[in-house]
């Protein structure tokens, strides 16, 4: 198995070791194969450069930006690496409003628009876009034989749809699922559904944070033991 390291850069939940900075939003950093990806960068420029500095993150390195979807709380930490001009490519859904394109361009980033599911280094895969609202995409890494860790943003469109998508789409087994799945408002018999159906997919873990909610952990003890 090749060596995978995945950091949470910004979350809304605070960090229990008062290491990082805590803001409601959303930025993850993964580096393997010598790959060093950045999905989402958070709400705050200010504060995923205090939160990389702590975490011993050096954003000039980074050799691709993925952006789940066009919401502040995962795009304005973009700025920076506008500062340090950076020159990854930004990957971002093509049907993102223009707004936060013409933003992102006016920031001197490179801007490339993903529609349908590529892979952009070996065994890192960007899962094309879904409609939500809005359209988001998410973010694939192979890690072992057939099996893959998901990179979610918001999960807008619904977290078992991009799930679905990529192992239709890769035949991958989704060994974890992490990020934000969107269901801080939702009942729990919704919560419950849904995550019956993950397990009905195959994933064995889940790292729900930013939109996810406090309810989901206890569902999935329960469902994961059941």
């Not at 795009?75 to 990854?88: D, H, P, Q, W």
Request: a negative charge; glycine letters at 6%; one cysteine or more.
């Amino acid at each position: 198995m090749k060596k995978l390291t995945l950091k949470i850069l910004v979350d809304n939940n605070p960090d229990p070791h008062g290491l990082c900075r805590d803001a409601w939003g959303l930025s993850m950093y993964v580096e393997f194969n010598n790959f060093k990806v950045l999905f989402d960068t958070g709400p705050d420029p200010k504060v995923l450069q205090y939160n990389a500095e702590k975490l011993g993150i050096d954003l000039s390195n980074i050799d691709y930006v993925v952006i789940s979807h066009g919401h502040g709380d995962h795009t304005r930490g973009l700025e920076a690496l506008s500062k340090i001009r950076c020159r990854a490519s930004i990957y971002v859904p093509k049907h993102t409003s223009d707004y936060v394109k013409n933003w992102i361009k006016d920031l001197n980033l490179n801007l490339v628009e993903i529609e349908h599911t590529v892979s952009i280094a070996p065994n890192i895969t960007i899962i094309g876009e879904l409609a939500g609202p809005p359209y988001e995409q998410a973010l694939s890494i192979k890690f072992r034989n057939n099996e893959a860790i998901i990179l979610v943003g918001c999960s807008h469109p619904g977290i078992d749809r991009i799930v679905e998508k990529a192992i239709h789409e890769l035949n991958i087994k989704p060994y974890l699922v992490v990020g934000g799945f969107h269901m801080w408002t939702e009942p729990e018999s919704y919560i419950e559904k849904i995550l019956n159906k993950l397990v009905s997919l195959n994933v064995e873990k889940i790292i729900p944070i930013h939109c996810s909610g406090s309810t989901i952990i206890e569902v999935w003890m329960y469902t994961d033991s059941s």
